[in-house]
T-cell receptor
Framework: GESVGLHLPTLSVQEGDNSIINCAYSNSASDYFIWYKQESGKGPQFIID?????DKRQGQRVTVLLNKTVKHLSLQIAATQPGDSAVYFCAAYSGGGADGLTFGKGTHLIIQP | DAGITQSPRHKVTETGTPVTLRCHQTENHRYMYWYRQDPGHGLRLIHYSYGVKDTDKGEVSDGYSVSRSKTEDFLLTLESATSSQTSVYFC????????????FGEGSRLTVL
């Protein structure tokens, strides 16, 4: 099966700096990847996704990079703001229906003033 | 925000008692899911539904049952709660099963004593 893991359980950054959260996956058949943001006491919220035929995708202040060779993806947040404080986790989809979506454990992003 | 409501939001119960968690959506999405979230684990799929009366098991379905009698409602039942089922439960919906863009509810925190 698939395993999805984040490199750091906690990441602390200064307000205004860029944040980079990394994620690794194990199944080379995974072809669709998603980043979620979860604020304290709330449900996860979709941020951005990327399919395996792309290596970069940009959203508003966020960029996801995919390196299929080393099975790694990252989420970059530009000009980090206090509202970005949350747990971020990646998910990988390897097909086969609902069972094919595997979530990572999460990195807690802490914003220092 | 996607129209997803979970109830109850918090529940404390005793081992051996039955518990039902309810998920209600106003988005008319075909797919509905129940996940549990525990420290040290990513979100894990319990059961999912792909239509009225159509359900299937996920990764951690033992001890749980589900029912979907209407498009908008998806019930998760613990027939006889155990302490290992203490967790935060999230309902999610999506327009398709091969999409990682899930919309989550706010969660239901269950404590089994």
């Amino acid at each position: 099966g698939e395993s999805v893991g984040l490199h750091l359980p906690t990441l602390s950054v200064q307000e205004g700096d860029n944040s980079i959260i990394n994620c690794a996956y194990s199944n080379s058949a995974s072809d669709y990847f998603i980043w979620y943001k979860q604020e304290s006491g709330k449900g996860p919220q979709f941020i951005i996704d990327i399919r395996s035929n792309m290596d970069k995708r940009q959203g508003q202040r966020v960029t996801v990079l995919l390196n299929k060779t080393v099975k790694h993806l990252s989420l970059q947040i530009a000009a980090t703001q206090p509202g970005d404080s949350a747990v971020y986790f990646c998910a990988a989809y390897s097909g086969g229906g609902a069972d094919g979506l595997t979530f990572g454990k999460g990195t807690h992003l802490i914003i220092q003033p | 925000d996607a129209g997803i409501t979970q109830s109850p939001r918090h529940k404390v119960t005793e081992t051996g008692t039955p518990v039902t968690l309810r998920c209600h959506q106003t988005e008319n999405h075909r797919y509905m899911y129940w996940y549990r979230q525990d420290p040290g684990h990513g979100l894990r799929l319990i059961h999912y539904s792909y239509g009225v009366k159509d359900t299937d098991k996920g990764e951690v379905s033992d001890g749980y049952s589900v029912s979907r009698s209407k498009t908008e409602d998806f019930l998760l039942t613990l027939e006889s709660a155990t302490s290992s089922q203490t967790s935060v439960y999230f309902c999610a919906i999506s327009g398709g099963v091969d999409t990682g863009e899930l919309f989550f509810g706010e969660g239901s925190r269950l404590t089994v004593l």
